[in-house]
């Protein structure tokens, strides 16, 4: 029969289960990293095959909506349509630089990489702390690890898991049952950053672009490219209002040409003024 105090016996059961929490939680934390990672080459692979057609169709109709108003200057309605016509595409043409930027960034985490976060995460976790100041610097060395994961930084992934294995913060410390308050908190503390990870999860999967990304997948399974349907629908539509601004425009040519003809005056450059 063990006779250790039943301080140390119950701590030990603790140690025991809260080390198959860390292993839990840094398999966690990579999954949900991951998935965030998924979901933003996603979408910036949406943005550029599909996104950008639709930048170009907010850039036509608001080209559109604006050789509308030439014809009509004086109606209000399409004044406030050329404006919000004109905001729209210059938010899509926004987004589309920040695709772009993000595009050349990306990268595919190794297994030594995954490795390296899994390692560390286990160490560093912010909720594995036991007060708040020590919560708050865990926070900063986990969005550093956070960004050196994301960003495929392997040498400082590297560096981080050599720091923290002789790190203090896995010694432990004074009698079994300060020893056995510590684990019970930090069991308490893992478990809420599961909650949190789980709702974090749910929000994700409730969003639509995880509902546009899971229908890719299945497309894809199915041997359908999704986003290139979207953009050859994207670009016949494209072609479409084309030949649309392309007539408005000799309409509005005719109509200054006429007015030049039959009065000398230049209605193109008063419009420019304008």
Known sequence: MDSA???????????????????RL????????????????????????????????DEI?????????????????????VEELRRLAEESAARLRAAEEHEQD????????RKAYH???????????????????RHGLMAELNHAYASGDQQ??????????????????????DALVRAIRQIYQVKRRFAELDAEQREAEASELYEL???????????????????????????????????????TAAQEEHVRETFGMDIGEFRKQK
């Open 213 to 251: 990304f899971r229908k890719a997948e299945s497309e894809t399974a199915e041997g359908r490219d999704l986003l290139k349907q979207m953009a050859e629908r994207a670009a016949t539509h494209i072609r479409k209002s084309a030949r649309r601004l392309e007539n408005l425009r000799a309409v």
């Open 61 to 81: 109709d608001a080209e559109i909506a604006e050789e509308e108003l030439k014809l009509v200057p004086d109606d209000e309605e399409i004044k406030k349509r």
């Open 119 to 137: 390692d560390i995460a286990r160490v560093i976790h912010p909720d594995l702390a036991l007060d708040e100041t020590e919560k708050e610097r």
């Open 156 to 177: 400082r992934l590297n560096k981080l898991v050599a720091e923290y294995r002789v790190s203090p913060e896995t010694v432990r410390g004074d009698s079994a049952g």
């Open 26 to 57: 840094a398999d966690r934390e990579e999954d949900m990293a991951d998935l965030r990672e998924e979901l933003e080459r996603f979408e910036a692979r949406y943005t550029m095959e599909v996104g950008r057609l639709y930048a170009e169709q």
């Open 5 to 23: 105090p039943p301080e140390e016996l119950e701590l030990k059961k603790k140690l025991r289960v809260l080390e198959r929490l860390k292993d």
């Open 106 to 113: 990306k990268w595919e985490p190794t297994a030594e990489a």
